[in-house]
């Protein structure tokens, strides 16, 4: 979780560091999902695996790649932690992200040989940046919406809506990982 927000919103390497005091297994549904030549793995496949790797007491689950995976992750779920920056700064890092990755042609998720190229990256329909554009307020819907769904209050939301505020996050996690 530490290492995933510190990532996203570019904050300082210290905070990264925060999941090794706290002993927590790190699950990344983008890698479980992700197959050779830009395939995604058969969705049976992808709920086992996430089953699988869900099937520890304690766990951080970086990335919520598919609502039809709602039912197997959220009821082992206490909270979600919803980074939620402005919609300039995802366009902005969703166009760096991809000309860093294009430029420098780096395999995605190792073993599936995916790599990212400029075409792939902006002249195509599965852009990333097309795809930030075009989901950025429909995923702010669906999230707020989910929030509201009885089979879902149990869950614990904190939404981060900046760097300031998830700076803020990390630090009372930081805190409490290190017994402070």
């Known amino acids: 979780m530490a290492h995933a927000a510190a990532a996203s919103l570019r904050l300082p390497v210290g905070f990264q560091d925060c ?28 709920r086992e695996r996430l089953e699988h790797a869900l099937s520890g007491e304690h766990w951080v689950l970086d990335g919520n790649y598919h609502s ?59 852009s990333v940046v097309l795809w930030t554009i075009t989901s950025y307020h429909r995923l702010q819907h669906r999230y707020g919406a989910v929030q509201q769904n009885p089979p879902y209050e149990h869950l614990k939301f904190v939404r981060l809506k900046g760097r300031k505020a998830a700076e803020q996050f990390l630090n009372q996690v930081e805190e409490l990982a290190v017994g402070g």
Do not use: C, M
């Open 68 to 126: 039809k995976t709602y039912d197997v992750k959220w009821p082992k779920t206490q909270t979600i932690i919803w980074l939620d920056p402005s919609f300039a700064f995802n366009l902005w890092q969703a166009v760096k992200r991809a000309i860093h990755r294009a430029w420098t042609k780096k395999e995605l998720w190792p073993g599936t040989g995916n790599r990212e190229s400029f075409g792939r990256s902006f002249l195509s329909r599965e």
């Open 19 to 46: 999941l090794k005091h706290l002993a927590l297994k790190w699950i990344s549904s983008i890698t479980d999902r992700a197959g050779p030549s830009w395939t995604e793995a058969e969705p049976d496949v992808f």
